[in-house]
RNA sequence: GUGCCUGUAGCUCAAUUGGAUAGAGCACUGGACUCCGGAUCCAGAGGUUGCGGGUUCAAUUCCCGCCAGGCACGCCA
């Protein structure tokens, strides 16, 4: 990796004199050479000389290095390099050899786990959470990349009071269907998919809890009702090629015994009082907030309380670091989540939190507005039937997840408006057929041979381009956003149009050259395939 | 009221966490295959980075104060 080959020399130099302190390696203008730092300018406090000067001093230890073609100074004291021809090739032959691998650090063995898509199963996945599980998903991809061992996991909050009044609600629309009228409950939920599960429960069982409700009715209709609401999100997440590697029940987590391990905790360390027939957290000894619920009055668990058990669980799973992705409205959550970890001894590094903003639909220009309970929604399934897989990952993925993602509807469904996922894999499909005239022209490929040849600037600038894809990967991981890997993928393909419109690739006049070039547009399949992969979304031959 | 996020070209977004003349796409103007896929490429125009201070060699980025939008402040999850 070139960022790093230039970072260690001119580190070298600094410990030659001594001198320790942080300066970056970047990719600056292309007028200004292949790479920049400001090791210079920010030395010029240490070496106490003006930065030109510093630079200079730089400029005459790497004079001599083969890595470089070029060092110079500019502006305020940047240092610019041009990276020697030679060098370039060697990097292609490397990444030719290797492949994919070239782009793998050797492994890392920190256990990491990512919760995202966490919900009430009380209604199918909508547009907000299509966002989190494809940040979810493709960060996962890209640590397992780069050889974390991840594990993805999502949360069905399947024991509280949500599930309950989901029952009493599908129960209603049961018998309706026999015309027989019921009030939904306060806060019940009216999505036509009950009216759909009620039809299939009517079907099955006939009229047998007609009218009639206890616990063991409500029992009844609360399993069929998450088990159907599974069935949903599964197929959903089929669709969206998205797969968990194991999913965690609130109730589970409660038969296990966690909850009540956690209370003997907090009850040992006078963390909990009651009051007014409830039991409470004493959250203000910890931080400065009100102090919050743990058991309801009428003996039930909050959210809350069976959050930190969950928590608790994933510590004694032997998590070196677990990551909750949740959408900014639960922020709050936070600083009282941090505080129980601390009650519970577990160090403040184990947990953080990926926070995306919302999602805004426009259709027509029109805000849809969206909510589960009141059944006005566009679910996470229709929008991918209307926009395709490609589209909805590459869209929910492209954006700074600080930022609200405004999805156009119908701008995302036309076909022929200009789409970044389009253009993205139109230069793949593009390299392929190149491959296939070589073919049908009887050029032979022969791997690895002739890449010599190559020194044209828009040639060398593409490996270089291709080498940073180590930079975007780790990038990626450390500022935990997607959209640097779709940004960089999107920049590559720029260069590679532009290479293709200005260089002809197969040039029977000139049958190395060809060779060569066709050994460089390997190499950048061979990223393609890597990014693609990241995002999950297809590699096209075809378009 | 308190806390978190956001404000960049007409629109949708970037800007390598403090770097050089703030960059792309759409839309607009004008060009480019008798040729490897024109779903492409090249060029032009478009900016007081919400406003006002501060910190320093350097601020879209950090700090303070305003303004505007989103979200959260439950015995909801």
Do not use: C
Not at 4 to 16: A, G, P, Q, V
Not at 192 to 198: H, N, R
């Amino acid at each position: 990796m070139l960022r790093e080959l230039i970072y260690e020399r001119l580190k070298s130099i600094l410990s030659e004199q001594e001198f320790q302190y942080d300066f970056n390696v970047e990719v600056p203008d292309e007028r200004f050479g292949d790479f920049s730092s400001n090791v210079a300018l920010i030395g010029a406090r240490y070496f106490k000389k003006p930065p030109i000067e510093v630079a200079r001093y730089f400029i005459n230890k790497l004079s001599n290095d083969p890595l470089f073609s070029e060092v110079s100074v500019a502006g305020p004291g940047f240092l610019n390099f041009k990276i020697s021809k030679d060098y370039y090739i060697n990097i292609l032959n490397d990444m030719l050899t290797k492949e994919k691998n070239y782009w793998k650090p050797k492994k890392n063995g920190l256990k990491l786990q990512f919760e995202y898509g966490s919900a009430n199963p009380t209604g199918p996945f909508t547009v907000g959470h299509g966002r989190q599980l494809i940040i979810g998903d493709v960060l996962s991809n890209v640590f397992k990349f780069l050889g974390f061992d991840v594990t993805r996991e999502m949360y069905l909050n399947d024991a509280g009071r949500q599930i309950r009044l989901l029952a009493k609600s599908l129960w209603v629309r049961y018998n309706e269907l026999f015309g027989k009228s019921f009030e939904l409950p306060e806060d019940g939920y009216k999505g036509g998919y009950l009216i759909d599960f009620a039809k299939k429960l009517k079907d099955e069982i006939g009229d047998k809890y007609l009218e009639k409700w206890d616990n063991e009715i409500e029992k009844f209709f609360m399993d069929y009702a998450v088990r159907n609401i599974l069935e949903m999100m599964n197929s959903t997440l089929e669709k969206l090629d998205s797969k968990f590697d194991s999913v965690v029940s609130e109730k589970s987590l409660i038969e296990k015994g966690l909850v009540d391990e956690v209370l003997e905790i907090f009850k040992n360390k006078g963390l909990i009082y009651e009051k007014d027939g409830a039991v409470w957290f004493k959250v203000s000894n910890l931080i400065n907030e009100e102090d919050k619920v743990l058991i309801r009055s009428d003996g039930t668990y909050t959210y809350f309380l069976t959050d930190i058990a969950y928590h608790y669980d994933k510590f004694l799973r032997k998590f070196d670091k677990v990551y909750d992705i949740f959408g900014s409205d639960h922020h709050g959550h936070i600083p009282r989540m941090k505080a129980s970890l601390k009650a519970l001894d577990i160090p403040e590094s184990f947990l953080d939190f990926i926070l995306h903003q919302f999602v805004t639909l426009k259709r027509n220009g029109q805000v849809v507005k969206m909510s589960t309970r009141s059944g006005e929604f566009v679910t996470l399934d229709e929008l991918i039937e209307e926009v395709g897989k490609d589209a909805t990952r590459y869209f929910f993925a492209m954006n700074d997840i600080n930022t609200h993602l405004n999805f156009d509807l119908e701008l995302a469904k036309s076909k022929t408006v200009d789409n970044p996922v389009f253009y993205v894999q139109y230069a793949y499909a593009r390299i392929n057929s190149v491959f296939e005239k070589a073919r049908e022209k009887g050029i032979k490929f022969r791997f690895k041979e002739d890449i010599e040849r190559l020194e044209k600037e828009i040639e060398l600038n593409l490996i270089k381009h291709l080498d940073e894809l180590s930079f975007v990967l780790k990038d990626t991981t450390e500022k935990l956003s997607p959209h640097i890997l779709t940004n960089y993928i999107y920049g590559l393909s720029e260069k590679f149009h532009s290479f293709y419109a200005k260089e002809k690739i197969l040039d029977d006049s000139d049958l190395p050259l060809s060779n060569a070039r066709l050994n460089l547009l390997y190499a950048i399949k061979i990223v393609y395939e890597i990014v693609f992969n990241l995002l999950g979304i297809t590699a096209p031959d075809h378009m």
